[in-house]
């Protein structure tokens, strides 16, 4: 929690196995998050929950191990674990935070703003403050591959899920793949809360993830 600066935003560079995991070490950065699709790839899943549970956090125990900086874990929509045994299981693997998303990949859908507000209330009240809760917001991803689609339509959902998620005891939002910096920027600023964002060739360099006030930014995959 210490490490999210506004201004001086923690940059958060992907990794999938222990090896790189060591590699974001040894180049200078404080903490380590993973990609699920990245691990996924690695063990020859798709992404999206393709890859079994125990094979993605045994994945991720691995690459705690091997670090002896926190470690931020893409858990992407629990598994459909409970909420109660995935706070357990991320502990016990020594993960300092986690990722979780709103998709339903059963249905691709997003889950209603309601259930997922009760999803990370319970994730919260099972992990007390041990674990950083990074709320994963969805909505922008399905107009992502059309560069002409209008993702400002999509700010009052996101703002929305990123209230709700905020009071259910999420410590951080990611609204993922918001194209625009500018659109970025004003997430954060009615989100009034950390906000992680996603640095990538798809999106935006980190230079305007800073710049719109993230207080986190995930370098890579971020996926």
Not at 86 to 91: E, K, P, Q, S, T
Not at 133 to 138: F, G, S, T, V, Y
Not at 197 to 218: K, N, V
Request: one cysteine or more.
């Amino acid at each position: 929690r210490a490490l999210r600066r506004p201004g001086d935003p923690l940059l958060l560079p992907n990794a999938w196995d222990a090896d790189t995991a060591r590699l974001v070490v040894e180049a200078g950065y404080p903490a380590v998050a993973t990609s699920s699709g990245a691990v996924a790839a690695a063990l020859g899943f798709s992404d999206h929950e393709a890859a079994p549970a125990d094979a993605m956090l045994d994945a991720a125990a691995r690459i705690a191990a091997a670090v002896d900086v926190p470690v931020t874990v893409d858990a992407e929509a629990g598994y459909g674990l409970e909420p109660e045994v995935l706070a357990d299981r991320l502990l016990a693997l020594g993960a300092a935070g986690c990722n979780l998303e709103d998709t339903d990949h059963k249905t691709g859908e997003l889950r209603p703003i309601a259930e997922q507000a009760a999803f990370l209330r319970t994730v919260r009240r099972a992990a007390g403050r041990s674990l950083v809760l990074n709320a994963r917001i969805d909505v922008f991803v399905a107009s992502f591959p059309d560069p002409a689609a209008d993702q400002s339509a999509f700010l009052g959902d996101a703002l929305d899920r990123a209230a709700a998620y905020l009071d259910a005891g999420a410590d951080c939002v990611y609204p993922i793949l918001v194209r625009s910096a500018d659109l970025a920027a004003q997430f954060v600023s009615a989100a009034n809360a950390p906000v992680n964002l996603l640095a990538h060739p798809m999106t935006f360099p980190p230079d305007a993830a800073r710049a719109a006030g993230a207080a986190r930014i995930s370098l890579g995959t971020g996926l």
